[in-house]
C-alpha cells in the first residue's frame, strides 16, 4: 500500500515557477514508476509527466516539455515537479499517481495510487 501527499501549489504570476512535492508512505515506493497529472475545471483529468522506478526515464505531454521537469528522490520517498514559465493555461489541480508498470502512468489514467491533489493557479 502506498500513499501520496501532495504540496507546493499556490498562487503564481505568468512567467514564474513552482515545485511541486509528492511524499510517499510505504517501504515499496522506490519499486514505482510515479507521475503527475491535473485538471483544470470543467476538462478531464490529463497526464503531465512520468517517471520510472529509478529515474531514468521520463516521459512530459507536449504542452509542457521543456518547461517543466520531473525527478525523484528515492531516499527520501518523494516525487518532484518543477514548473518553470507557467501561464494560466497551467492552472489546475495537479495529481500525484503511482503505479508499478510505467506504461500506465504514461497512456492510461488507471494509475493504482493516487493523491488529494494540489491547486496552482497561474494569473496572467
Known amino acids: 500500500q502506498v500513499q501520496l501527499v501532495e504540496s507546493g501549489g499556490g498562487l503564481v504570476q505568468a512567467g514564474g515557477s513552482l515545485r511541486l512535492s509528492c511524499a510517499a508512505s510505504?517501504?515499496?515506493?522506490?519499486?514505482?514508476?510515479m507521475g503527475w497529472f491535473r485538471q483544470a475545471p470543467g476538462k478531464e483529468r490529463e497526464f503531465v509527466a512520468a517517471?520510472?522506478?529509478?529515474?531514468?526515464?521520463?516521459r512530459y505531454a507536449d504542452a509542457v516539455k521543456g518547461r517543466f521537469t520531473i525527478s525523484r528522490d528515492n531516499a527520501k520517498n518523494t516525487v518532484y515537479l518543477q514548473m518553470n514559465s507557467l501561464n494560466p493555461e497551467d492552472t489546475a489541480v495537479y495529481f500525484c499517481?503511482?503505479?508499478?508498470?510505467?506504461?500506465?502512468?504514461?497512456?492510461?489514467?488507471?494509475?493504482?495510487?493516487w493523491g488529494q491533489g494540489t491547486q496552482v493557479t497561474v494569473s496572467s
Open positions: 510505504g517501504r515499496t515506493f522506490s519499486s514505482y514508476a
Open positions: 499517481a503511482g503505479d508499478q508498470d510505467f506504461r500506465v502512468i504514461v497512456a492510461t489514467p488507471y494509475a493504482t495510487y
Open positions: 517517471i520510472n522506478w529509478n529515474g531514468g526515464n521520463t
